[in-house]
Structures are given as C-alpha cells and as structure tokens.
C-alpha cells in the first residue's frame, strides 16, 4: 500500500512587525522549511510592519516529516538580512485537525540552540558480564546536521550520559556528515534505571562549543528494544519561551492531508461508477457519486476535489463528458442567465482547473512576451487621477510636474501598446489552443444555447465561455504571473499596478462589454474605444474557436497531461564545467539555456542556438541541492545521472534565488519520477581535492552520505496523473456523505418500498419524482454505499498488515 502526503501552505499577512531599518520599517520576506530543506521564498514587502503577500504552496513530502517552519527575515541590501522571529509547527499539531490551521499565530524568538538539525546512526546493546551490566554505544555517523561555523559547515564530535558517566568521541573537523565509527562502553552504577541520552556538539577553539542535538531513550527501551538505527535529533527540552506579541504575527493557513493509496484493483469499481455518472442523464442524477459530491463539498475543498475529478477523467479520456455532466446540472438549475456560472460550483472549479492543467502551455506561449515586457520595460502606467504621482516625472527630470491629462495620455499609449499585442495574441491562437478545450467549449456552448435560446439571451453563450477564458484564465494570469508559473518572482509595486491595469481591461474585454462605463471606475473612460473595438474581434475569436469537428478527445484513455516532448520548464541556469579546470569553482560556471521535457534535459549557448547537448529524462538517478560550501555559491542543484556502463555522473547547476532552484528541483523530480534505480543516498557536496567537501570521504565512488529528497516536490499544472491517489481522494470525501445518503434514500425504504408509499411520503429530496426514477435513485445509492464499504474494509486489511509488518521500535523521546 503506497502512502503520500501533501501539504497546502498559505502564508496570508503579517502584523506588528518590529522595525529593523532605520527609517522605522521593515522589508520583510518569510521562508517557509519543512524539517532542513527550504521550500519556498516570499516576495519581499518593502517599507511594511504589516505586510500581505497571500502566496500559496502546495508541497508533496515523505509521511515522516517532522515539522513545518516559518522564519520572518528583513531584507538588507548591504550586509546579513536580519531575523525577526519564527512559528514552528509539528506534524502532529497540524495533523490535530483534517480541516487544518487556520490563524493568526504569534512569531517567537530564534533560539540558536533550538536550531537543530539532521540525524544520528547508533546501535545500542545492553550486555551482562561478571562485573554487572554494560551499556555499549556504537556511534556510527551523523548527517545534515546544522551548520555553525562561518564557512558553512561544523567540527562536530558526540557525548554519551549514561546515569553519572560520560564519555565523548573524537571530534570531527570541517563537516556536516561525520563518520566515527567508535564503540563507547558505560558501566552501570548503582541505583535506579537511567536513560540514555546522546547529544552532539560543535567544536569551537575559542568561546564555548555549539549545541547540534540531542536524542534521549528511556530505561524501558534499552531494556526491551535497544535503539538501532537512525534517530531525528532534537533540542533541548525547554518551556517554549513568549515573546509577549512583541514580534508580530503571521496569519497562516496550513493543511495536511494525508492517504494510503491502496492497489490499483481496489479502486476500479468506484472508478466504474464515477465513468458510468456522466454517462447518463445529469438533470435527473441525484444518487451518483458525482451528483453526491457536488452536494457535499465546499471552498478550498471543493477546488481540490475538482483538480482531482478533472486529472481522473482526462487520464480515463473522458474529460469532455465530466465537464458536459456538471455544465448542464448548473445550467439546469440557472434561471438567470446573468448568474450563469458566477458561483464557485463543482462545474466552475471543474473548468477552471481543466483549462489550468490543459492549458497552460499554451497560456505561457499567449502572454509570456508581453508579460516579460511589462516586467523588463517597468513603465508607470496610472489612469485613476486619485493615485496619479504628479511628482514622479520632476523627480527624474529637470522640467516641471507634468499635468494629469499629460500622464492620462502618456498612460493611455502604453496601455495599449502591451495591450494590443495581448489581444493579437489571443485573437490569433485559435489553432494553438488545445483541442480538448475547444471540444469543452462547444459543448458548453451548445449546452448554454439549448436553455437560453432566446434572442434577448443571445451573448449568453458567448459569455459562458468567455467568462472562463478570460475572466478566470488570461486575467488572472496577467494580473498575478507568478501563480500561473509566467514569472520566478512576484512584480514590484509599480509592475503590479500596471498588471492589475492591464487585468481589468482584459477583464471587461472577457464581459463583452457589460457594465462598461458603470460602477465606481469611470477613470477607466479612456480605454473604452480600444475595449469596444477589441470585444467585436473577441466574439470572432470565440466563434472560431468552438468550430471544431470531433466529439471525443483524441488520445484515448490513460494520457498524460504533459506530452513527453512538451517543455514543461525553461530558462537560462549557470552549469559547472565538466573538465577539469584551473580556475575557482566559483568561475567554473558558465551560463546557459536549458529546456527540461518528459524526455530530455537539453542546454545551449541561447535559446535561438541549434547546437545543443542533452541528458535523457530516464538516465537520471537523483536530483539534489548541493551544500554552499561546495563552491562558495549559493542555490546549487545537482543531476545524478547513470550511463549505459553503470558509472555514475554528475552535472551542477546554479539558479538565480531559493524559488528558482526549488522549481527546477520539483520539475526535474518529477519528470524523473518513473525511472528505476534512483539512489536512496547521495553527496550534497562535490568531489574536489581528492575527497568530497561534505563527509571528507577519499574515494569518488563512496556510499552517499545524505538521503535523497525524490518525493519532495512542489504541486503545480505538470504534476502526474495517479488515478489510484485520485481514486482515493474522491473516495475519502465521499465517505463525509455517506451518512446523509444512507438518509435520503434508503432508510425510509426498509419500511414500505410501494409506489404508493413513495408517493404518500414525498420527502423533500425527492419530492416530485416519479416511482421507476425513485427506484433507480435508491439502486443507485444502494451500489455506491456497497463499494465504499468494499474499500472500507480493504483498507482496515492493508493497515492490519502494515501493523503485522512492522515490530515494535525504540520509543522516541
């Protein structure tokens, strides 16, 4: 039984920040680690003690992680940014709660000896001779453990306490990964059973030595199941300290969600089930799995759920009839064609996720351009006379404050300078558009027509599709390219205002020009004739788009959601020499443009350049971050490939900031991900000067000294189909239902099952219908209730294996 976890991180706003800057602010950014490994960087918030980012990450990890951490820095252009404070939260309070944290949390101190990190290898036997009982401590090695000396690294050596005694090993200089191999035998004295305790320290020749960790076993352990193995290490226990409020506040949202995903056979008759709902008639559905879940959820469950559905049924090449079953359950409830699906409904999230995980190739190849323009150009755009900055032109000129009518006008021209080759580009995508989103639209076209055929609802069909497209694809993408994966880095304040500008526009262009020249924008005014003459071409574009013949998605089933020749990411990174070179390491990097697909990682001089050299997707054993002292470099990535020999080989590479090599880290996983043979151990550092910097070891070929870190990845548009997960996570929300189900059609059943009784009772649910119709909502439910029991039990079975399976260990302290 395979287990995965993921967690949802939103890191929402800050609050009563403490000043670090002179000016009394701060420029604060928050990092976001699970256990060692960083994860994510904000955007910095200048000049701010109450800062909003509202960044959101989704993280797949291994089940054994230990905590989630927080860390609020201030930004400093000159010199080390300084810590404000940190919020650490474990595993087990997160997972306290399904529905998760969500709160305003208080920042506390950093404690540089609650900074602990890594794990330690013992094996612990308790021996009996004539002269009483032996404690003997095998210390093997340690690794990751957290670095305290300037160059990055640590001269750690461990202490043993048993009862009164102690006893230390050698120190080991220069490393974060120490081999001791040293054997330490304590004698046992007289009095109560005592714990053990093991602590390593860091070596420091002047001043006091620095705490690395600790771990502590109790007298039963020793006793029944001596420690072997590897141990997290952990600080020192101590009262967790308040800081009084004094250093602010994050407000977070956290969730962990956890499954056991059972064999693929399991799952096939709820996937039968879920195929069979879109099958039949939806208007009528009120017993199928779908039709139950659409009741049931809501919010950011809903949105996750709809992500899940839409990846089953493309894998299953049935997106296009899933998509038609919702479409026309809302619009058979809709009355109001101005309504139409405005609400964040199943069918709503469900499209938008679908153009998400279709689409977006071709999002980036519509907007990267001109969003790369807005940002390299950084022009001040501002038409609303209320935020105009009249003083800005006189501060980097020497005539006068301009009029505001001069900076309408001059905003006026560059508007449409980016936004006429915004709408060029969308106008004329028709034949790049995927399509399973064209075969989607005209079927929710023709839906839209067949319930508001009316004349007076004549752009309603229009708007439906236009209202996905561009109100909840294009304008989202433009106003935040971060989130849509178009940019590495949010926009500064003056890029964002003029995407937000540029956002509305494409917005009230997606309306067909509803409501334009109404509500609060009126300052929106000048951009009217260029919005109006956009909106005919739009109607044309949609017209075309929806001409196209075909009522299946091609491909059949079990595709996947990026083609193997499709790029997935691109961008110029620094790649080390291969040869040996004479130089610096930090002058061994040379830049190039590197394009990762299904099935090649390749790199040349530029983009443009035709001599290109690759590394096979499917060569690759391990994609790691390599230590900074490796080469003196920062966001340093390694590629651990394998020839057809066997031999080993590897290719660093340096990304510009975390968020870059965290991005490229998750894409190069995951396009690895089926490969076989990946390497459970690897070296963070690099063989130079005949030993690697990391563990010191001398020989090229020795066993790595780190774990591999394959599963951690960031959930994004190309992650894989995995329809057992998929299965699974549809199969835990449907659980929350059940009972409701059970109710709605099948207890009053046991009574009278007559047409009659079905008549006289009419409850609400199903009031109105007719008997054979009740009949078959009840068999329905009666089928459904049936598998989810069957994988009720299946799952009571695995976890009673995995419980046989796994002996009892040493209790953790």
Known sequence: MAKSSSLNVRVVEGRALPAKDVSGSSDPYCIVKVDDEVVARTATIWRSLSPFWGEEYTVHLPLDFHHLAFYVLDEDTVGHDDIIGKISLSREAIAADPRGIDSWISLSHVDPDAEVQGEICLAVQMLEDVRGRCLRCHVLQARDLAPRDIFGTSDPFARVFWGSQSLETSTIKKTRFPHWDEVLELREMPGSPSPLRVELWDWDIVGKNDFLGMVEFPPQVLQQNPPNGWFHLLPFPRAEEDSGGSLGALRLKVRLTQDHVLPSQYYQPLRELLMESV???????????????????????????????????????????????????????????????????????????????????????????????????????????????????????????????????????????????????????????????????????????????????????????????????????????????????????????????????????????????????????????????????????????????????????????????????????????????????????????????????????????????????????????????????????????????????????????????????????????????????????????????????????????????????????????????????????????????????????????????DTEKGSSATEGACPDALAHQREAAARLLEVLADLDQAHEEFQHQEQRKVAPGPLRP
């Not at 919010?299 to 559905?309: P, S």
């Not at 990411?569 to 990762?596: M, N």
């Not at 350049?609 to 490796?630: K, L, N, T, Y």
């Open 279 to 757: 099958l039949g008639p939806a208007e009528e559905d009120a017993a199928s799995p779908l039709a139950v879940l659409e009741e049931l959820t809501s919010g950011d469950c809903r949105q996750e759920l709809a992500t899940k559905l839409v990846k089953l049924f493309f894998g299953q090449g049935l997106a296009g009839p899933f998509l038609d079953y919702l479409t026309r359950r809302e619009v058979a409830r809709t009355t109001d064609p101005n309504t139409l699906f405005r609400s964040n409904s199943l069918a709503s999230k469900s499209m938008e996720q679908f153009l998400k995980l279709v689409g977006m190739p071709y999002l980036h190849e519509v907007l990267r351009p001109v969003i790369n323009r807005v940002f390299e150009e950084k022009m001040y755009m501002e038409l609303d006379p209320c935020r105009m900055d009249l003083g800005r032109t006189r501060r980097i000129s020497f005539k006068g404050a301009p009029s505001e009518e001069h900076v309408r006008e001059a905003s006026l021209g560059l508007l449409t300078g980016y936004l006429g080759p915004i709408m060029d580009a969308i106008v004329g995508s028709v034949g790049r558009c995927p399509p399973a989103i064209r075969l989607a639209f005209k079927q929710l076209r023709q839906c839209v027509e067949e319930r508001f055929p009316q004349a007076e609802h004549e752009d309603v069909k229009n708007l439906a599709i236009s209202g996905f497209l561009f109100l909840r694809f294009f304008a989202p993408a433009i106003l935040t390219p971060k989130l849509f994966d178009l940019r590495d880095q949010h926009a500064d304040p003056q890029t964002s205002r003029s995407l937000l500008l540029l956002a509305k526009a494409v917005q009230s262009i997606g309306n067909l020009g509803q409501q334009l020249g109404q509500g609060k924008e009126l300052w929106m005014a000048p951009l009217h004739p260029f919005l109006l003459q956009s909106i005919s071409r739009v109607r044309d574009f949609l017209n075309q788009l929806v001409d196209v013949d075909g009522k299946e998605e091609p491909g059949g089933p079990a595709r996947a959601l990026v083609l193997p020749s499709v790029t997935v990411r691109e961008g110029y990174l620094l790649k080390h020499k291969e040869e040996p070179t004479g130089l610096a390491p930090r002058f061994a990097f040379k830049k190039r443009y590197f394009r990762l697909s299904g099935e090649m990682l390749s790199y040349s001089r530029s983009p443009e350049c035709q001599m290109r050299s690759s590394i096979p997707v499917s060569h690759i054993r391990a994609v790691e971050r390599v230590d900074e002292g490796a080469f003196q470099l920062p966001h340093v990535m390694q590629v651990v490939t394998q020839d057809g020999a066997g031999a080993l080989h590897t290719t660093y590479l340096q990304c510009k900031n975390v968020n870059e090599l965290n991005q490229w880290l998750s894409a190069l996983r995951k396009a690895s991900a089926p490969n076989p043979d990946k390497l459970a151990a690897w070296h963070p550092g690099a063989f130079r000067s005949a030993h690697w910097t990391c563990c010191l070891q001398a020989e090229r070929s020795a066993a790595g000294c780190s774990r591999t870190h394959s599963a951690v990845t960031l959930g994004d548009w190309s992650d894989p189909l995995d329809p057992d997960a998929e299965t699974q996570m549809v199969y835990r929300q449907l659980l929350l239902g059940r009972d409701r189900l059970r109710m709605k059609f099948l207890e009053d059943s046991t009574l009278d099952t007559t047409p009659e009784a």
